[in-house]
């Protein structure tokens, strides 16, 4: 199983950006797929998550109002739609996958939003 993430880029505060999470090596019907971020310094945090199966959806605290998650699962793909971007925002996101003892991580994509 692998999960590419693309989407990251470089954008001034209040704007926004779209991630996705491509899954390939097999196709999703259960489990959760969720998105971390790690800024230098810091612990890696939740941002978001969702069931493949029902759609239910989880955030941080830090992002709820403002990031949306979404999944297509015929494409085994996770969106992460993020919209008044803030510079604490700055980060690299990873896209992770737990289905059962299953647990899959990408490479990450960087994000760095300008004051």
């Known amino acids: 199983v692998q999960l590419a993430e693309s989407g990251g880029g470089l954008v001034q505060a209040g704007g926004s950006l779209r991630l996705s999470c491509a899954a390939s090596g097999r196709t999703f019907t259960s489990g959760i797929m969720r998105w971390f971020r790690q800024a230098p310094g810091k612990e890696r945090e939740f941002v978001a998550g969702?069931?493949?199966?029902?759609?239910?959806?989880d955030y941080g605290d830090s992002v709820k109002g403002r990031f949306t998650i979404s999944s297509d699962n015929a494409k085994n793909t996770v969106y992460l739609q993020m919209n008044s971007l803030k510079p604490e925002d700055t980060a690299i996101y990873y896209c992770n996958s737990v289905e059962g003892t299953r647990n899959y991580w990408g490479q990450g994509t960087q994000v760095t939003v300008s004051s």
């Open positions: 969702v069931r493949w199966s029902g759609g239910n959806t």
